[in-house]
């Protein structure tokens, strides 16, 4: 390839430590146990995941707000023209849902929850919710919007720790949205029975000035949701969003990180990327200016046709693509090097104008300042017929000609947009720690009242703020006598080891070492995972009715692992032998084993027993039968 003044990449430095770093937490909490309902429908509040009972597709058009403007993140959306199919379970959803009825009353058990959390950040509760339509065009809500109400104002995050006092901004009551399944160029498919789920979201003040205390407020906030025990546990329940600025930067909203360790990592990869950008805005500028001379001449309606030279190429993507659809490109007049730029690891400038690409539904693209060869093709033969000079690249899109070139249009406008600083958008973060664009900054006009829920009266008579989880733990183990460790990890699981102990009685110690150990031991010994918190309901029940040993509960999770089921045990196996069978035991593996130290003489008897007798028991027997 033609070497450039300009063809070498940059990398991103690491960020300074005076870099006017601000950043505030949107921490979005599914609300719900096991039999409680959505927000505004008595449907289940629980994802479904099994074949849908009916498919119903939609089409969404942006509309304007009160004010009479268009939302510009809702604009960008429906500007993709897409087509959405959602996914509805009779036993899941309801008309409410589908939007072919209004919705029902406000589930006054969410209400409550969210001024339980109000009151533990002292917050200012507002004496009524009038509830909001914001507007969604991305598919995620059949209406075209999501229902949210503000409940409180003010207050601060509640300090376990040292950590300087992060104020609160508000504390709303709002509805999930639909759960993506697939997404192509275009059609999207939802799953419906997320939406309408209740979320309480906290949005705190841009008071956090590091990634560690982001990291830290953010455990603390789900500490404090775990406190209530009113809400969901799991994968996907919990979703934090980081609004992020920088000095000369703008603010960039990420969201959707559902793992808290990589809080510090999307910080300090945000601001790497916008130091980086900055730092390109000259370099922006030359490019947007050739892009502005092209545009304003007859240039800016050729696009190139390189869909013979990319025929040759053996790659299975740019086959599949290439057989209904071409290659068009577009030269990109003084940017050689420029989108080979790193703008923090493993993300490059030509990756963020992918990112459009894709979110336009092609599979990313191709350009100039990236290895060509992967992709059986010579840069110089796309050099020479898209007339590239030293200085020069090119991007490519693979798909149908005028898609492309609307999308090509598209990436220009990017580059345009970059020289110009940071823009306000909002990106999603990536499990690596990068971020994808998303959709441009939404503005006020996304926001319009909901005329179809009345006022829900506030009643913050006899709610309490919730005892932090350590308070919790504390009570939990000088009540039923378990150590503090155990405790501690049984509050932060939010596994149910008080409601086992009321309806069971069956020794504590033992429920909180099976909710805490069973599972993991089965992981680590036979590497099979199994639900063992919810089978422990039926086991104990066994236990408690004298049918099977509480050493006998190991032994079948173990065995439902590694394939059986619940209602086929042949629980006769696992009754309790008397003195006398064991006693045969017993007397064998000493016979085997005269010499054998008390470890191995229980190891050889427990594994002959298999759960059918008490350890304390068996323990007793063998002593006596060594003294005699």
Same mark, same amino acid.
């Given at each position: 390839?033609?070497?450039?003044?300009?063809?070498?990449?940059?990398?991103?430095?690491?960020?300074?430590?005076?870099?006017?770093?601000?950043?505030?937490?949107? %921490?979005?909490?599914?609300?719900?146990?096991?039999?409680?309902?959505?927000?505004?429908?008595?449907?289940?509040?629980?994802?479904?995941?099994?074949?849908?009972?009916?498919?119903?597709?939609?089409?969404?058009?942006?509309?304007?707000?009160?004010?009479?403007?268009?939302?510009?993140?809702?604009?960008?959306?429906?500007?993709?023209?897409?087509?959405?199919?959602?996914? $509805?379970?009779?036993?899941?959803?309801?008309?409410?849902?589908?939007?072919?009825?209004?919705?029902?009353?406000?589930?006054?058990? /969410?209400?409550?929850?969210?001024?339980?959390? $109000?009151?533990?950040?002292?917050?200012?509760?507002?004496?009524?919710?009038?509830?909001?339509?914001?507007? %969604?065009?991305?598919? =995620?809500?059949?209406?075209?919007?999501?229902?949210?109400?503000?409940?409180?104002?003010?207050?601060?995050?509640?300090?376990?720790?040292?950590?300087?006092?992060?104020?609160?901004? *508000?504390?709303?009551?709002?509805? +999930? $949205?639909?759960?993506?399944? *697939?997404?192509?160029?275009?059609?999207?498919?939802?799953?419906?029975?997320?939406?309408?789920?209740?979320?309480?979201?906290?949005?705190?003040?841009?008071?956090?000035?590091?990634?560690?205390?982001?990291?830290? /407020?953010?455990?603390?906030?789900?500490?404090?949701?775990?406190?209530?025990?009113? /809400?969901?546990?799991?994968?996907?329940?919990?979703?934090?969003?980081?609004? %992020?600025?920088?000095?000369?930067?703008?603010?960039?909203?990420?969201?959707?990180?559902?793992?808290?360790?990589?809080?510090?990592?999307?910080?300090?990869?945000?601001?790497?990327?916008? #130091?980086?950008?900055?730092?390109?805005?000259?370099?922006?500028?030359?490019?947007?200016?050739?892009?502005?001379?092209?545009?304003?001449? =007859?240039?800016?309606?050729?696009?190139? !046709?390189?869909?013979?030279?990319?025929?040759?190429?053996?790659?299975?993507?740019?086959?599949?693509?290439?057989?209904?659809?071409?290659?068009?490109?577009?030269?990109?007049?003084?940017?050689?090097?420029?989108?080979?730029?790193?703008?923090?690891?493993?993300?490059?400038?030509?990756?963020?104008?992918?990112?459009?690409?894709?979110?336009?539904?092609?599979?990313?693209?191709?350009?100039?300042?990236?290895?060509?060869?992967?992709?059986?093709?010579?840069?110089?033969?796309?050099?020479?017929?898209?007339?590239?000079?030293?200085?020069?690249?090119?991007?490519?899109?693979?798909?149908?000609?005028? #898609?492309?070139?609307?999308?090509?249009?598209?990436?220009? +406008?990017?580059?345009?947009?970059?020289?110009?600083?940071?823009?306000?958008?909002?990106?999603?973060?990536?499990?690596?720690?990068?971020?994808?664009?998303?959709?441009?900054?939404?503005?006020?006009?996304?926001?319009?009242?909901?005329?179809?829920?009345?006022?829900?009266?506030?009643?913050?008579?006899?709610?309490?703020?919730?005892?932090?989880?350590?308070?919790?733990?504390?009570?939990?183990?000088?009540?039923?006598?378990?150590?503090?460790?155990?405790?501690?990890?049984?509050?932060?699981?939010?596994?149910?080891?008080?409601?086992?102990?009321?309806?069971?009685?069956?020794?504590?110690?033992?429920?909180?070492?099976?909710?805490?150990?069973?599972?993991?031991?089965?992981?680590?010994?036979?590497?099979?995972?199994?639900?063992?918190?919810?089978?422990? !309901?039926?086991?104990?029940?066994?236990?408690?009715?004298?049918?099977?040993?509480?050493?006998?509960?190991?032994? %079948?999770?173990?065995?439902?692992?590694?394939?059986?089921?619940?209602?086929?045990?042949?629980?006769?196996?696992?009754? #309790?032998?008397?003195?006398?069978?064991?006693?045969?035991?017993?007397?064998?593996?000493?016979?085997?084993?005269?010499?054998?130290?008390?470890?191995?003489?229980?190891?050889?008897?427990?594994?002959?027993?298999?759960?059918?007798?008490?350890?304390?028991?068996?323990?007793?027997?063998?002593?006596?039968?060594? *003294?005699?």
């Amino acid at each position: 390839m033609v070497q450039s003044k300009h063809m070498h990449h940059e990398s991103a430095q690491e960020p300074a430590t005076d870099v006017g770093l601000k950043i505030g937490l949107e %921490i979005h909490q599914q609300v719900g146990r096991p039999g409680d309902t959505k927000l505004f429908c008595r449907c289940p509040a629980e994802i479904v995941e099994r074949e849908p009972d009916l498919i119903v597709t939609r089409l969404l058009r942006a509309s304007a707000g009160e004010t009479g403007q268009f939302d510009a993140a809702a604009a960008a959306e429906a500007a993709k023209e897409k087509q959405f199919i959602y996914q $509805a379970h009779r036993d899941a959803t309801c008309l409410v849902e589908l939007d072919e009825e209004p919705p029902h009353v406000v589930n006054e058990t /969410v209400v409550e929850t969210a001024v339980m959390i $109000a009151k533990a950040c002292k917050s200012v509760i507002l004496p009524q919710v009038q509830f909001m339509r914001k507007t %969604i065009v991305d598919g =995620s809500a059949t209406s075209g919007f999501q229902r949210t109400g503000l409940l409180a104002l003010g207050g601060v995050v509640p300090q376990g720790n040292d950590l300087a006092r992060v104020r609160i901004q *508000t504390i709303c009551v709002e509805e +999930d $949205a639909a759960k993506i399944v *697939t997404r192509t160029a275009g059609v999207d498919t939802y799953n419906l029975s997320r939406l309408g789920i209740p979320l309480i979201e906290i949005a705190t003040e841009p008071d956090i000035t590091t990634a560690e205390q982001a990291k830290e /407020v953010a455990a603390q906030l789900g500490m404090l949701l775990r406190s209530t025990r009113r /809400v969901k546990r799991g994968l996907g329940t919990i979703r934090q969003d980081l609004n %992020i600025s920088i000095k000369g930067g703008s603010r960039i909203e990420i969201k959707g990180c559902q793992d808290l360790r990589m809080i510090p990592t999307l910080v300090h990869y945000e601001v790497a990327r916008q #130091q980086t950008l900055l730092r390109l805005v000259p370099r922006m500028r030359e490019v947007a200016s050739h892009i502005k001379q092209t545009r304003d001449s =007859s240039e800016n309606l050729r696009v190139y !046709d390189a869909t013979e030279l990319f025929k040759t190429s053996t790659v299975p993507f740019v086959r599949k693509a290439l057989v209904n659809g071409s290659a068009i490109g577009k030269k990109l007049a003084g940017a050689a090097g420029l989108l080979g730029t790193e703008l923090c690891p493993n993300y490059r400038l030509g990756s963020d104008l992918a990112d459009l690409a894709r979110s336009a539904g092609f599979g990313g693209m191709i350009h100039g300042d990236e290895d060509l060869k992967k992709y059986g093709i010579d840069p110089s033969e796309i050099r020479s017929a898209m007339h590239c000079g030293p200085d020069d690249t090119f991007i490519i899109l693979l798909g149908a000609k005028e #898609q492309a070139s609307r999308t090509l249009n598209v990436i220009e +406008d990017r580059i345009v947009l970059l020289s110009g600083g940071i823009p306000k958008e909002v990106r999603k973060a990536n499990p690596d720690g990068t971020t994808s664009f998303l959709r441009p900054m939404p503005g006020a006009s996304r926001m319009y009242p909901e005329t179809d829920i009345p006022l829900v009266i506030v009643n913050t008579h006899g709610v309490a703020a919730p005892k932090l989880l350590s308070e919790q733990a504390k009570d939990l183990a000088r009540e039923y006598k378990i150590s503090e460790d155990q405790a501690k990890e049984l509050v932060r699981e939010g596994l149910p080891f008080e409601e086992l102990c009321a309806k069971f009685n069956i020794d504590a110690v033992f429920i909180a070492t099976a909710l805490l150990t069973y599972g993991k031991e089965i992981m680590t010994r036979f590497d099979k995972e199994i639900d063992h918190v919810a089978l422990l !309901d039926p086991l104990l029940k066994l236990v408690a009715e004298e049918k099977i040993q509480k050493s006998a509960v190991f032994e %079948i999770l173990v065995e439902i692992a590694q394939g059986n089921t619940l209602d086929n045990l042949d629980l006769k196996k696992y009754e #309790q032998l008397n003195d006398d069978e064991l006693l045969k035991i017993i007397i064998s593996v000493l016979q085997e084993h005269p010499d054998g130290k008390p470890n191995l003489l229980m190891g050889q008897i427990m594994k002959q027993v298999r759960g059918r007798a008490d350890g304390v028991r068996i323990k007793e027997l063998l002593a006596k039968q060594q *003294t005699e």
